[in-house]
C-alpha cells in the first residue's frame, strides 16, 4: 500500500459532498486550519484537523511538508477545445483592424482555420501536442478537465480527434471527459446547406460516436450564422437517443434561445452564455441547469462578463472553465479564470472556489470522485504559495502552486519550494 501524508497544512478549504453548490451553496465551504490530509493507494483516508488524525495511521506514509500554506482540491477545467492543429495568430491584425468574432468566421477563417490545419496533422503529433497543454495545466493545478472536439467536422476527424481524447484519458495523469461537437462550424463542403451537415451528423456521424463510445456529452455551438436553435435542438436530441448527455454553447454572442434550449433538452450545462437573457437563466434554473462561465473568453475577445451574480441569485449552480482554445481563448490558465470570476462576475472566493471543484466535477460526471477533500475520494490536490483563498484570487498573473499531487502522486512541483 503506497500512503502519503500532506501535513503542516495551514488552511485547508474544501467543499463537502457529491452535490452542486447553488444559490447560498455556492458559497458553502469548509475551512480547517491547521490540516492534514492522508491518502492510500491514492484515495483519501483522513481530512482534517492534524489533531484528529488517529494514532499509528500514518506510519510509514511519504511525508509532504505543506509548510504552513493552503491547500485546496485540485482543479477542474469543466470546457476545453484543447486537441487542436495550428494555431491563429495571424486572426490579430484582423482583431485590431476591428473585425468580430463571427465575421472572422463567416470569411473562412477562425474555428474553420483550425479545421484545416487539424485534419492534416496526424494523431501522433495532435495528442503530443495535447499532451504537453495537459503538463502545463498541471503546474497551473487542474488536475482534471473536459476536452470537445469539434476540429474534424468530418467523420475521420472527428473520430481522430476523440480517439485522440480517449488516448490522453487512459495515459495522461488527468481525468478526462470527452465530449463531441461536431456541431461546432459549418464545414465548407456544406457551405449554404447547414441543415445538410445537419442530418449528416446525425445520421453518420453521431452513430459511430455512440458505437465506439468515444463521447460522454454531445455539444452544439448554438449561434448567430452556425447552428440555430431547432438545428440544435435536433442535434442534442439525437444525442439524447444515442445515450449522450446533452451541454450546450449557448448565448456567446448572441441570445438567440440557447438557454431555453439547455432548459428545453435538460442539458448538463449551459456554457458561455455572455449574452444571456431572464428568460434563459429562468428556464435554467427551472430545469437544474448547470452554467458553465468561461471570463477569459469575453477577455480576450473584449465583450461584457455573464451575469454570474444573477445566476447564483436564481439557484443556478456556476461553473468557471478556461474554454482554451485556439480562437477565442488561447489560454489555459484556469487560475486567471478564476481571477476574473472574484474582479469581473464578483463572486465571492468561496463561490469561485466552488465555481472550480465541486460543480465543475458535477458539470463533467466526476463528482463521486472528485471536486472536494474528504475520505473517500480521490487525492488530488493542490498546495498553493499563499495564506488563504483570498490571495490566490488577488495575485492575478502568478503562478502561485507549489505542489499538485494527482491520485497521492506529486505530478507538479515548482523548484525550490517544496
Ligand atoms: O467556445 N464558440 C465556439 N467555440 C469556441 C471557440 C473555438 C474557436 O474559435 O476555435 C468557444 O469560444
Ligand atoms: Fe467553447
Known sequence: MKKVLVHNIGLLCTPVGSHVHAG???AEIQSIPQA????EDGVITYCGPASGLPQGAAEGARRIDAGGCLVTPGLIDAH??????GWRQHEIPLKLAGAGYLDILRSGGGILSTVKHTRQESEEQLTQK???FLDEMLTLGVTSCEIKSGYGLDLETELKQLRVIRELAQSHPMDIASTFLGAHAVPEEYKDNSDGYVDYLIDTMLPAVAEQKLARYCDVFCETGVFDVPQSRRVLEAGKALGLLPRIHADEIDAIGGAVLAGEVGAVSAEHLIATDEEGMQAMAKAGVIADLLPATSFYLDKTFAPARRMVELGIPVVIASDFNPGSCPSLNLPFAM???LLRYKLKPEEVLNAVTINAACS?????RLGTLEAGKQADLVIWDAPDLEMILYRFGSNLCRTVLKKGEVVACHEGKE
Do not use: I, K, Y
Open 24 to 26: 447560498a451553496q455556492q
Open 36 to 39: 492534514c490530509v492522508l491518502a
Open 80 to 85: 476545453t477545445h484543447l486537441v487542436f492543429g
Open 130 to 132: 495535447a499532451w504537453a
Open 339 to 341: 481571477n476574473l470570476g
Open 364 to 368: 463533467v460526471g466526476m463528482e463521486d
